[in-house]
């Protein structure tokens, strides 16, 4: 290959590059790509996951659907109204065990094996995070776990 055909590839590649980028931001089919905050939240809330706001914020979480809400209910029915809140700290090389123990402990939690259980067939015994976090005796399981490894 030579020079001149050289600089005339060049030249497409950059035609054709030029080309592209002018359709795809002239177009305007980049805007409103991104979901807005409510946007992701009702996302996620229709896969069933649990969407909860930082701890600095409101302390509310988005109920989950299905059988993890009709369990809360119930579990919210046997015990009586008063809410327990308690703050774990997590720390390194803690297992699944200690922290059923404690939740157990504190009255978050009645079933402390169950629990430890529910961590380690779901797979959440591995992803548990080191840190505070603040837990209530009207969690499910299920929230539990998604606060400890989030």
């Known amino acids: 290959m030579n020079k001149a055909v050289l600089q005339g590839l060049s030249a497409g590649i950059i035609f054709t590059t030029t080309i592209f980028a002018g359709f795809y931001y002239g177009t305007g ?3 409103g790509t991104t979901p807005t905050a409510e946007e992701a939240k009702e996302l996620l ?6 969407v909860s ?5 409101t302390k509310k ?9 009709v369990l809360m209910e119930n579990e919210a029915s046997k015990k009586d109204q008063s809410i327990v809140s308690y703050t774990i700290k997590v720390k390194t090389n803690m297992n699944t065990t200690e922290i059923a123990d404690r939740l157990s402990k504190e009255k978050i939690i009645d079933d402390a094996a169950g629990f430890d259980a529910y961590m380690n067939e779901h797979d959440f015994s591995k992803k548990v995070q080191i840190g ?5 005796n ?3 399981y299920r929230q539990l776990a998604n606060t400890l490894t989030h």
């Open 132 to 136: 505070e976090f603040v837990v209530t």
């Open 61 to 69: 979480t988005v109920q989950p659907k299905d059988a993890d809400k």
């Open 29 to 31: 089919l980049i805007e």
């Open 138 to 140: 009207n969690m499910t």
């Open 45 to 50: 809330v229709k896969q069933g996951f649990v």
């Open 53 to 57: 706001l930082p701890m600095e914020e």
